[in-house]
């Protein structure tokens, strides 16, 4: 497809296959994505979403990504790759404990919704705005001399 981005075909793949629904006795399978990833590691990763698709009847691939603390590229484009391997089997992959970091590469890099989280991280409460009461006596009065007040 020319002038078709590789993003915009996993979005397409994404659109077709998001409304399949699971087949009766499908499960989830788990699959451990345990060090950082490197480019040489993508073919096999793919591949084994591939075998585990076909020797099992998953629905959903489980993807622990706890351990890409510190996601790069590389790790966002096995990912869509995994999840391309995936949906042309019609089925999903999910990510499992993604980091804020991770989350927000995939969003950055406007994947977000092409690779789902299994569930949301909490967002941190970082305070609680306070309300106050008007000081007696701060308001603003104009000066009669000041053209503006």
């Given at each position: 497809?020319?002038?078709?981005?590789?993003?915009?075909?996993?979005?397409?793949?994404?659109?077709?296959?998001?409304?399949?629904?699971?087949?009766?006795?499908?499960?989830?399978?788990?699959?451990?994505?345990?060090?950082?990833?490197?480019?040489?590691?993508?073919?096999?990763?793919?591949?084994?979403?591939?075998?585990?698709?076909?020797?099992?009847?998953?629905?959903?691939?489980?993807?622990?990504?706890?351990?890409?603390?510190?996601?790069?590229?590389?790790?966002?484009?096995?990912?869509?790759?995994?999840?391309?391997?995936?949906?042309?089997?019609?089925r999903?992959?999910?990510?499992d404990?993604?980091?804020?970091?991770?989350?927000?590469?995939?969003?950055?890099?406007?994947?977000?919704?092409?690779?789902?989280?299994?569930?949301?991280?909490?967002?941190?409460?970082?305070?609680?705005?306070?309300?106050?009461?008007?000081?007696?006596?701060?308001?603003?009065?104009?000066?009669?001399?000041?053209?503006?007040?």
């Amino acid at each position: 497809m020319k002038g078709v981005s590789a993003i915009d075909r996993l979005r397409r793949v994404a659109d077709d296959t998001s409304a399949l629904p699971p087949s009766p006795g499908w499960s989830e399978i788990s699959l451990d994505i345990g060090r950082p990833i490197v480019p040489a590691d993508i073919p096999a990763l793919c591949e084994r979403v591939r075998v585990s698709l076909e020797d099992r009847d998953a629905g959903v691939i489980v993807c622990d990504v706890g351990a890409l603390a510190h996601p790069d590229a590389v790790a966002i484009d096995a990912l869509a790759r995994m999840q391309l391997t995936a949906l042309r089997r019609g089925r999903r992959i999910r990510l499992d404990r993604a980091s804020y970091e991770l989350q927000e590469l995939l969003a950055m890099m406007g994947l977000y919704g092409i690779l789902p989280l299994c569930r949301e991280l909490p967002l941190e409460s970082i305070g609680q705005a306070e309300e106050r009461e008007q000081a007696s006596g701060v308001e603003k009065e104009a000066d009669s001399g000041d053209p503006t007040g």
